[in-house]
Structures are given as structure tokens and as C-alpha cells.
Nanobody, 126 residues
Framework: QIQLVESGGGLVQAGGSLRLSCTASTHTFGTFAMGWFRQPPGKEREFVAAINWRGDKINYADSVKGRFTISRDVAKNTAYLEMNSLKSEDTAVYYC???????????????????WGQGTQVTVSS
């Protein structure tokens, strides 16, 4: 069992940037794939980005390609989501997640992840 803690959310103007962090409470962070998902108001949770255990496989949702960058620092047990050129439609609660069972993949489905953080609010004002 691991715990994931997100930070870095907040209020930003359209066109601005934020960097989200997700720190895991485990010394085996390097054996998990990591993903970021978001849940806009009144909508279902949706995939944003994912990175596998070695960092050599990365997936992005089409809506964030070219604007968001996922990365990980194994030494710090932390995954990051760099978000640039933010739009009002990026407003959501952002969740990080860890995939223990298929770490070689960069899964795009909620069901592929066993562990979840509590979420951090990102609000983009237009």
C-alpha cells in the first residue's frame, strides 16, 4: 500500500502555467507506472498523461498534447505534470495515480491504476 500526495494546484489565468507534483510514500516508486487524471465539474474522471516505470513510454490525451509534460524523479519519489498554455477547459480536480501491476505500460484507463491521490484543484480563469 502506498500513499500519493498531490500539490501545486491553484488559480491561474488562461495562458498561464502550473506544475503539479505527486509524491509517493514508498521506496519502490521506480517499480510503478504513474498517471495523471482529471475530473472537470459535473463530468467523469478522464485521462491526462501517463509515464511508465523507466520513463521510456509516455502517453497524453489529445486535448493536452503539446501543452502538458509528464515526468518523474525516482530519487525524489515524485511525478510531475507541467501544464502550459492553460485553458478554461483545463479546470478540474487533478489526480495522480500509480499502477503496480503493469509498470511497463503508460495506461490510459482509470481501471489500470491501483493507488490514487486525494486530488488537487486547478482553476483556469478566462
Amino acid at each position: 500500500q502506498i500513499q500519493l500526495v498531490e500539490s501545486g494546484g491553484g488559480l491561474v489565468q488562461a495562458g498561464g502555467s502550473l506544475r503539479l507534483s505527486c509524491t509517493a510514500s514508498t521506496h519502490t516508486f521506480g517499480t510503478f507506472a504513474m498517471g495523471w487524471f482529471r475530473q472537470p465539474p459535473g463530468k467523469e474522471r478522464e485521462f491526462v498523461a501517463a509515464i511508465n516505470w523507466r520513463g521510456d513510454k509516455i502517453n497524453y490525451a489529445d486535448s493536452v498534447k503539446g501543452r502538458f509534460t509528464i515526468s518523474r524523479d525516482v530519487a525524489k519519489n515524485t511525478a510531475y505534470l507541467e501544464m502550459n498554455s492553460l485553458k478554461s477547459e483545463d479546470t478540474a480536480v487533478y489526480y495522480c495515480a500509480a499502477d503496480r501491476d503493469s509498470p511497463w505500460a503508460a495506461g490510459v484507463s482509470v481501471s489500470e491504476y491501483e493507488y490514487w491521490g486525494q486530488g488537487t484543484q486547478v482553476t483556469v480563469s478566462s
